[in-house]
């Protein structure tokens, strides 16, 4: 039962502390999304990556989110300096697009990275 | 610009009774809709979708209705079971935009036995 992976679970950290969260997709899947859920705002996509190429971060704060994928295997989510209003659980997301047939939607998450920032 | 509304926020029914949640979308190229369970302190979990050419789907207890020209969905669940007592939602996704979802702000469905 191939499962989408995301480490650590959670994470409790200090205010302008760096904070790192990583996501492995399911093997073969070649998008990668990334959703924060809070309970004011509901699930909000953050930013995806399509066979590791930047798709869209216009829901992302720039001056201090940064989302990679370094290999195919890997999606990182990184906030430097974290502040208290980070605190929002992190969901990492992969699907499967094809060349010739486009994206299959199907979307799988992974069990979430929870986030404290004090 | 992209936006999912879904309704209720809260729904409670009697165990046996039937459960419906409406969402409506903004953007007509809106092509693939999927419907997502969340248990507490779980990931969402995809339970049934519907695409543009197709009206409606069902799954065992689990229906899903489109209406393109309205705009909106609908998630129907019959024969409720304390277990799918969770928050629902919807979302919208987009062909020539890679597979993004629109979520909906999720209805918290309560089964009483």
């Known amino acids: 039962d191939a499962r989408v992976t995301q480490t650590p679970r959670h994470k409790v950290t200090e205010m302008g502390q760096e904070v790192t969260m990583r996501c492995q997709p399911i093997?073969?899947?070649?998008?990668v999304f990334w959703y924060r859920q809070t309970m004011m705002q509901g699930l909000e996509l953050l930013a995806y990556?399509?066979?590791?190429?930047?798709?869209?971060d216009s829901g992302m704060p720039k001056d201090r989110f940064s989302a990679e994928m370094p290999d195919a295997t890997l999606a990182t989510l990184k906030i430097q300096p974290s502040e208290p209003r980070d605190s929002a659980v992190y969901f990492c997301?992969?699907?499967?697009?094809?060349?010739?047939?486009?994206?299959?939607?199907?979307?799988?998450f992974g069990p979430g990275t929870r986030l404290t920032v004090t | 610009g992209e936006n999912v509304e879904q309704h209720p926020s809260t729904l409670s029914v009697q165990e046996g009774d039937s459960a419906v949640i409406k969402c409506t979308y903004s953007?007509?190229?809106?092509?693939?809709f999927p419907w997502y369970k969340q248990e507490l302190g779980k990931r969402p979990q995809l339970i049934i979708d519907?695409?543009?050419?197709?009206g409606e789907k069902k799954d065992q207890r689990i229906a899903v209705t489109l209406n393109k020209t309205a705009k909106h969905f609908s998630l129907h669940i019959t024969e409720t079971q304390p277990e799918d007592s969770a928050v629902y939602f919807c979302?919208?996704?987009?062909?020539?935009?890679?597979?993004?979802?629109?979520f909906g702000q999720g209805t918290e469905l309560s089964v009483k036995p």
């Open positions: 979302a919208a996704s987009f062909y020539n935009q890679g597979g993004k979802l629109i």
């Open positions: 519907i695409r543009s050419n197709v």
């Open positions: 997301a992969s699907g499967l697009s094809h060349p010739s047939q486009g994206p299959s939607y199907e979307q799988y």
């Open positions: 990556f399509r066979n590791r190429a930047p798709l869209d």
């Open positions: 093997l073969g899947h070649n998008t």
């Open positions: 953007d007509s190229a809106s092509n693939y």
